[in-house]
T-cell receptor, first 115, second 114 residues
């Protein structure tokens, strides 16, 4: 298994541009998540999904959009990029049977700079 | 609102020392608590996951405990090695946030001197 993969690894955007961060997992996990990590800080949840076709907002959703058309893929869309979105973005996945949530597996991250 | 705090923010110890990292949370209604390791410029690696019904988990030189009533977890690292140098993050998944949202602490940056 490749686990959780993210592309691209690095990206520089100009203010006002848009882009999509890709995330794919091959572990058949039902839950997927997007986090951002600012320097010296913990991770903050942007959006999450409990299954294909179902998404919900996390702590810091403004400026982002997501979709979940398949179990494997959970892309994060940035519209009108702003300097405040400069961060490292992590995608994660986990399996939940309803009896409790299992451990999360993380991708390697995408380092985004908006100038 | 769940808040997760990790103390200390940074720690430097000589090789071979046993050490404890602390994590506290404000809402005891949790599904589980997970400890991660993050190396500079890298993603997160899961170390230990403690379900709400458990009191501790062990993996090699690592032992994590959970006390829900006091809102605390500790990560014990025995016989520390320079390769243990990294940032350690704890993350809590809670009921009151729908059980699906995970709140992270800011991490403890550990440096083990050879």
């Amino acid at each position: 298994n490749a686990g959780v993969t993210q592309t691209p690894k690095f990206r520089i955007l100009k203010i006002g541009q848009s882009m999509t961060l890709q995330c794919t997992q091959d572990m058949n996990h039902n839950y997927m998540y997007w986090y951002r990590q600012d320097p010296g800080m913990g991770l903050k949840l942007i959006y999450y999904s409990v299954g294909a076709g179902i998404t919900d907002k996390g702590e810091v959703p403004n400026g982002y959009n997501v979709s979940r058309s398949t179990t494997e893929d959970f892309p994060l869309r940035l519209e009108l990029a702003a300097p405040s979105q400069t961060s490292v973005y992590f995608c994660a996945s986990s399996y939940s049977s309803g009896q409790g949530a299992n451990e999360q597996y993380f991708g390697p991250g995408t380092r985004l700079t908006v100038t | 609102k769940q808040e997760v705090t990790q103390i200390p923010a940074a720690l430097s110890v000589p090789e071979g020392e046993n050490l404890v990292l602390n994590c506290s949370f404000t809402d005891s209604a949790i599904y589980n608590l997970q400890w991660f390791r993050q190396d500079p410029g890298k993603g997160l690696t899961s170390l230990l996951l403690i379900q709400s019904s458990q009191r501790e988990q062990t993996s090699g030189r690592l032992n994590a405990s959970l006390d829900k009533s006091s809102g605390r977890s500790t990560l014990y690292i025995a016989a520390s090695q320079p390769g243990d140098s990294a940032t350690y993050l704890c993350a809590v998944r809670g009921f009151n946030t729908g059980g699906f949202k995970t709140i992270f602490g800011a991490g403890t940056r550990l440096f083990v001197k050879a």
